[in-house]
């Protein structure tokens, strides 16, 4: 198993809530991303990050912001949740150099009502 | 831009037989990688196999092989013997070579069920 952790797993929250999904990795690594997973979709990159203080947007829009200030630590923020957020989120980690073998964190499926 | 395209949404198979999972891609690059990624229920998503597109050699891991064509853009994932631990969501994915961002491009994914 990788040693990638995401909190938290399910979430269920009302609309205008402010909510932060937590990534913790223990491997390390300098790079970081987010995927937002839709049931029956393909995996949409919309955040990465190459290490400290470096954070850019993917290729899929979001209105979810993430900072990266510890290596080990990547969150994800949405100020205002709604219903259209409704998805899972995956975070993953992977070492410098190019390689394509992500280390993907357990997910958070996130419900806003 | 590019595509990664799998048309089979579920496939199942009995143990010990071998089931093959296509994928086709859309790109004009030349250098490139692809993938398949596994989803086990509930788990982690882990890389299963990976191809450089300048090998002409089919990547093998295991009881995991694949069929690259680059010709016609499609890398299919054969799975032999297969095992009930296989049961899993299984992802086509590419990526090109620029720059040191590690950006895959995912498939829709094909839901894969082993019977007994």
């Known amino acids: 198993e990788a040693d990638i952790y995401q909190t938290p797993r399910y979430l269920v929250i009302g609309t205008g809530k402010k909510i932060t999904l937590e990534c913790s990795q223990t491997m390390g690594h300098d790079k970081m991303y987010w995927y937002q997973q839709d049931p029956g979709m393909e995996l949409h990159l919309i955040h990465y990050?190459?290490?400290?203080?470096?954070?850019e947007k993917g290729d899929l829009s979001s209105e979810s912001t993430v900072s990266r200030i510890r290596t080990e630590h990547f969150p994800l923020t949405l100020e205002s949740a709604r219903p259209s957020h409704t998805s899972q989120y995956l975070c993953?980690?992977?070492?410098?150099?190019?390689?394509?073998?992500?280390?993907f964190g357990e997910g958070s499926r996130l419900t806003v009502l | 831009a590019q595509t990664v395209t799998q048309s089979q949404p579920e496939m199942s198979v009995q143990e010990a037989e071998t089931v093959t999972l296509s994928c086709t891609y859309d790109?004009?690059?030349?250098?490139?990688?692809l993938f398949w990624y596994k989803q086990p229920p509930s788990r982690q998503m882990i890389l299963v196999i990976r191809?450089?597109?300048?090998?002409?050699q089919n990547a093998t891991e295991n009881r995991f092989s694949v069929n690259f064509q680059k010709a016609a853009k499609s890398f299919s994932l054969k799975i032999s013997d297969s095992q009930l631990g296989d049961t899993a969501m299984y992802f086509c994915a590419f990526m090109k070579l620029v720059g040191n961002t590690d950006k895959l491009i995912f498939g829709t994914g094909t839901r894969l069920q082993v019977f007994p």
């Open positions: 993953a980690s992977s070492e410098w150099g190019v390689t394509g073998e992500l280390f």
């Open positions: 191809q450089e597109a300048y090998k002409q």
């Open positions: 790109t004009s690059e030349n250098n490139y990688y």
């Open positions: 990050s190459y290490g400290v203080n470096s954070t």
